[in-house]
């Protein structure tokens, strides 16, 4: 597996406390990052999922008890279907001067020479393949496949278990649901959701929401 912490090893905040924290935590410390603590709005919650780490309040002026030249912060909240809550995460701790640590499961496989930004996130199980980039901020989750010149772009969420074959293009801020498979050369837009278990035989369009075996655009609700 390719190093992609380089000195990136911490002192670590993890912002959020709930499940998707918990694996963040153990990706964190299976790559040999120090933990300085976690952000979380309900203390009970933070209090319960992680007693043994330092609780650092919420948010809202964690400058005052984590400077941006402490250390470094990562997303402990996951999002289902949206990136969103995750981006302006990302973007407002960004404007406060903040860096986002690289942190990189030592149960993933990374190919040598595979490109993985500031902020990424690979955990346990994850394979990414030669020729393949991964864009700020990402998430690539459990057990998921980026295989061999993938590009997928900056907030992208590739989910559990989702495959990416070959040359898939992946726009910035995409929801690939769990279990997904996306074909050959296909790309997908940003913003783009595709449900869990779908398999993308064509193109999806920015914003364009699909599910199915092959994929098709979902129907709106209405009322």
Same mark, same amino acid.
């Given at each position: @597996?390719?190093?992609? $912490?380089?000195?990136?090893?911490g002192?670590?905040?993890?912002?959020?406390?709930?499940?998707?924290?918990?694996?963040?935590?153990?990706?964190?410390?299976s790559?040999g990052?120090?933990?300085?603590?976690?952000?979380?709005?309900?203390?009970?919650?933070?209090?319960?999922?992680f007693?043994?780490?330092p609780?650092?309040?919420t948010?809202e002026?964690?400058a005052?008890?984590?400077?941006?030249?402490?250390? /470094?912060?990562?997303?402990?909240?996951?999002g289902?279907?949206?990136?969103?809550?995750?981006?302006?995460?990302?973007?407002?701790?960004?404007?406060?001067?903040?860096?986002?640590?690289?942190?990189?499961?030592r @149960?993933? /496989?990374l190919?040598?020479?595979?490109?993985?930004?500031?902020?990424?996130?690979? @955990?346990?199980?994850?394979?990414?393949?030669?020729?393949? $980039?991964?864009?700020?901020?990402?998430?690539?989750n459990?057990?998921?496949?980026?295989?061999?010149d993938?590009?997928?772009?900056?907030h992208?969420?590739?989910?559990?278990?989702?495959?990416?074959?070959?040359?898939?293009?992946?726009?910035?801020?995409?929801?690939?649901?769990?279990?997904?498979?996306?074909?050959?050369?296909?790309?997908?837009?940003?913003?783009?959701?595709?449900?869990?278990?779908?398999?993308?035989?064509?193109?999806?369009p920015?914003?364009?929401r699909?599910a199915g075996?092959?994929a098709a655009?979902?129907?709106?609700?209405?009322?």
């Open positions: @597996m390719q190093s992609t $912490s380089g000195d990136l090893t002192p670590v905040v993890i912002v959020g406390a709930g499940g998707h924290a918990k694996v963040v935590r153990d990706a964190l410390e790559a990052f120090v933990i300085a603590g976690v952000t979380e709005r309900d203390a009970a919650a933070a209090a319960r999922n007693p043994d780490l609780y650092l309040g948010d002026g964690l005052d008890r984590f400077a941006p030249t402490a250390g /470094y912060l990562t997303i402990g909240v996951g289902a279907c949206s990136t969103d809550g995750r981006r302006r995460l990302h973007e407002r701790f960004s404007d406060q001067g903040y860096r986002f640590a690289r942190v990189v499961h @149960m993933a /496989y190919a040598a020479g595979v490109q993985v930004s500031e902020g990424v996130q690979v @955990m346990a199980g994850a394979v990414i393949q030669p020729g393949a $980039s991964v864009g700020a901020y990402a998430l690539i459990t057990r998921a496949v980026v295989d061999h993938c590009f997928v772009g900056a992208a969420h590739v989910g559990p278990n989702a495959t990416l074959t070959a040359a898939v293009w992946v726009g910035a801020g995409a929801f690939v649901g769990a279990g997904a498979t996306v074909l050959p050369g296909r790309r997908i837009g940003a913003g783009a959701l595709i449900a869990a278990g779908a398999v993308v035989t064509r193109d999806v920015d914003g364009l699909v075996v092959p655009p979902l129907t709106p609700r209405r009322g």
